[in-house]
RNA sequence: GGUAACGUGGCGGAAUGGUUACGCAGAGGAUUGCAAAUCCUUGUAUCCCGGUUCGAUUCCGGGCGUUACCUCCA
C-alpha cells in the first residue's frame, strides 16, 4: 500500500509521519522479558503489539528490510532472588523461563523477532560502553560501582517530561552513599561470591538494568535506529536512561527516532500486580482458550489505551473467531487486502479500526464468492489470526469437552427417535442436557448436526 | 506535590468542526415441533460548565471523576 505509515511518538507526544532512515533497513527494538518467573497478560500486550507493527512495516517495506530486536534479560537482582526463593539455580530458572517465554509467544502466534540476544551473552559489549562513558566523564567509579552522571547529559528527562531538579528533590529515590547525586543510576555494581558476576576494570561484578538495552541495539541495529518499543512504565526511567548512555557513548547521536509505548492491562480496574495478587500467567490459559483468543482479546484495544482484562473480554473473542471460522478459506496465490481495509494499521496500528473493517469483509465473505472468503481470510491471516485450519480450532475445543463424542451420537439419536414419536419434551430435555455440557445442536433440514458452544 | 493519559449507548470500542463506525447483548420479523444457525429490520451514547464558531462530542479554558508514572514492573 502506497499509504504512509503513522505512529504517536513518545518523543515529543505527537502522531507524526513514519519516515525510517533507510527504507531498506528499517529497524526497531522492543524490551523483552527479564526470565525471572512466568510472563503474564501485561508481557503478552507488548508481544502482540510490537508482533504487529513488525508486519505493517514488512508489509510497507518488504519482508528483508525489517529488522526487530527483542532482548532477553537473563541478569537481574529479581533473577537472583527468584532462584533463591524457589531454591534452583540461576542457570536452571532462566533456561525454564525462557522456554516458558517462547512457548507463550508460540502461543500467542508472535513471529519470531530477528535478534534475541540475551544480556549475558553481551556483558564484554557492556563493558565497553561503561568504560567510554567513564572515559568521556559521563561516568564515575566509586567502590567498585559504577554510575552515570546524570548531570552530565543536557536533555535528561526529555523523553519523559521530567524536570530532573523537581523529580529528586524529595526523598523518595533510593540514596545510596556510593553515588554523588540521587539522580545517578548504577551501570555496574559488584557481585558477591554466590551471584553471578563477571571480570571487569571495576572487579567481578555485573551490569545495571539498563545498560544492556543500549549496548545490544548498538550491536544489532546500530548507533540511531528507527522504533524503540515497550511498555508506557518503562518509559522513565528505562528508557530515559538508555538514552542519556547511547547518546553519551554514542557522539550524541539520536538513539531511536521513534519511541513507542503501550499502555497497562488492569484487572477489574485495577492495576495488575504481584502485590494485588490479580496477575494472570500467560500458561494459566493454554487448557482453556486458544491462543488466538488472547491474541484478539488483546487487539481489541488501541495499543495505547489501558485495557481491562476480563472474562467477557475472552468469551467476546472467542464468539467472533467462532464466526470468523466459518468463512476460512486459504487463500490461492497472492491475495491483497483493500487499501481501505488495511488503512487503519497504517493509522498508528489502530487495531480495533481494523478489526471493524474485518467484520464487514466477512458479512461479504458470508454471503459472497470463494474470492470474498479468501480476501477475509487474507486480512484475518495479516493480523495473525485464522492461521490455523479449522479442523485444529475444533480440536482445540474438542479436548477440552466433558463428554465424548460417542455419547453426544447416542443423545442425538434418542432425541431424534423422541422428535420421530413426537415426544418433544424428551427431545428438549436432551437438547438441553448436551447444551449444560456444551453442545449446541442444529436440525437443518433432515440431519441433525452438533458443534461445541 | 510534579508529569501524563483518559471520561462515547447495557457492555466492549473506533472516529469525527456539520448524518456518532464496528462487535456483543437487547427488541421485532422470516424460518423452526421448539430451538440453533442464518437472513432482514431496529432502539439507545459523546462527564459537567463556560468560550471560539453559522455549527463542538471533536478546538480552547475551568471543574469533576478515573488511571498511570515519579520506586522494581509490560
Not at 513518545?10 to 526497531?28: A, D, H, Q
Not at 508489509?59 to 537473563?74: E, F, H, P, Q, W
Request: aromatic share 10%; proline share 4%; charged share 30%.
Amino acid at each position: 500500500m502506497n499509504k504512509d505509515i503513522y505512529l504517536s511518538n513518545s518523543l515529543g507526544g505527537k502522531k507524526e509521519k513514519f519516515i525510517p532512515i533507510n527504507p531498506k533497513k528499517v529497524r526497531m527494538y522492543v524490551c523483552g522479558p527479564t526470565v525471572y518467573d512466568d510472563p503474564h497478560i501485561g508481557n503478552a500486550r507488548p508481544l502482540v503489539v510490537f508482533d504487529i507493527l513488525f508486519k505493517v512495516l514488512k508489509c510497507k517495506y518488504g519482508k528483508s528490510s525489517v529488522l526487530y530486536a527483542r532482548n532477553i534479560t537473563d541478569v537481574d537482582d529479581k533473577i537472583i532472588d527468584g532462584a533463591k526463593k524457589k531454591n534452583i539455580s540461576i542457570d536452571k530458572l532462566t533456561k525454564d523461563i525462557t522456554k516458558r517465554f517462547d512457548d507463550d509467544c508460540d502461543y500467542l502466534n508472535c513471529e519470531k523477532p530477528s535478534f534475541e540476544p540475551k544480556a549475558t551473552e553481551n556483558i564484554p559489549l557492556m563493558i565497553d560502553m561503561i568504560n567510554v562513558l567513564i572515559k568521556k566523564n559521563n561516568a564515575y567509579e566509586n567502590k567498585s560501582h559504577v554510575y552515570f552522571n546524570v548531570s552530565s547529559f543536557k536533555d535528561y528527562g526529555k523523553l519523559s517530561n521530567k524536570n530532573v531538579d523537581e523529580l529528586f528533590a524529595g526523598a523518595r529515590v533510593e540514596v545510596s552513599e556510593n553515588k554523588k547525586r540521587p539522580e545517578d543510576f548504577v551501570l555496574w555494581k559488584p557481585s558477591t561470591e554466590d551471584e553471578p558476576g563477571w571480570d571487569s576494570p571495576w572487579g567481578r561484578g555485573r551490569p545495571g538494568w539498563h545498560i544492556e538495552c543500549s549496548a545490544m541495539s548498538k550491536k544489532f541495529l546500530g548507533d540511531t535506529f528507527d522504533i524503540h518499543g515497550g511498555g508506557r512504565d518503562l518509559l522513565f526511567p528505562h528508557h530515559e536512561n538508555e538514552i542519556a548512555q547511547s547518546r553519551c557513548a554514542n557522539e550524541n547521536k539520536p538513539l531511536s527516532n521513534y519511541w513507542i509505548h503501550n499502555g497497562f492491562i488492569t484487572v477489574s480496574n485495577e492495576k495488575m500486580a504481584k502485590s494485588q495478587g490479580n496477575v494472570f500467567k500467560i500458561k494459566d490459559f493454554y487448557e482453556k482458550y486458544n491462543g488466538q483468543v488472547l491474541r484478539l482479546a488483546l487487539m481489541s484495544t488501541h495499543y495505547r489505551q489501558a485495557m481491562d482484562w476480563n472474562e467477557n473480554l475472552l468469551t467476546q473473542s472467542k464468539k467472533t473467531l467462532d464466526k470468523w471460522y466459518e468463512c476460512q478459506k486459504k487463500p490461492e496465490g497472492k491475495v491483497l487486502i483493500p487499501d481501505d481495509d488495511l488503512a487503519p494499521l497504517y493509522d498508528d496500528l489502530n487495531t480495533p479500526g481494523y478489526i471493524s473493517n474485518i467484520h464487514k469483509l466477512y458479512d461479504k465473505a458470508a454471503k459472497g464468492s470463494e474470492k470474498d472468503k479468501e480476501i477475509f481470510t487474507t486480512a484475518c491471516n495479516f493480523i495473525g489470526l485464522l492461521t490455523e485450519p479449522k479442523s485444529k480450532w475444533l480440536e482445540f475445543k474438542k479436548n477440552i469437552l466433558e463428554i465424548s463424542e460417542e455419547e453426544i451420537l447416542q443423545k442425538i439419536k434418542d432425541r431424534n427417535t423422541a422428535r420421530d414419536n413426537k415426544n418433544y419434551q424428551l427431545a428438549d430435555e436432551i437438547r438441553n442436557e448436551l447444551l449444560d455440557k456444551g453442545i449446541l445442536i442444529e436440525d437443518k433440514d433432515d440431519k441433525t448436526t452438533w458443534k461445541i458452544k
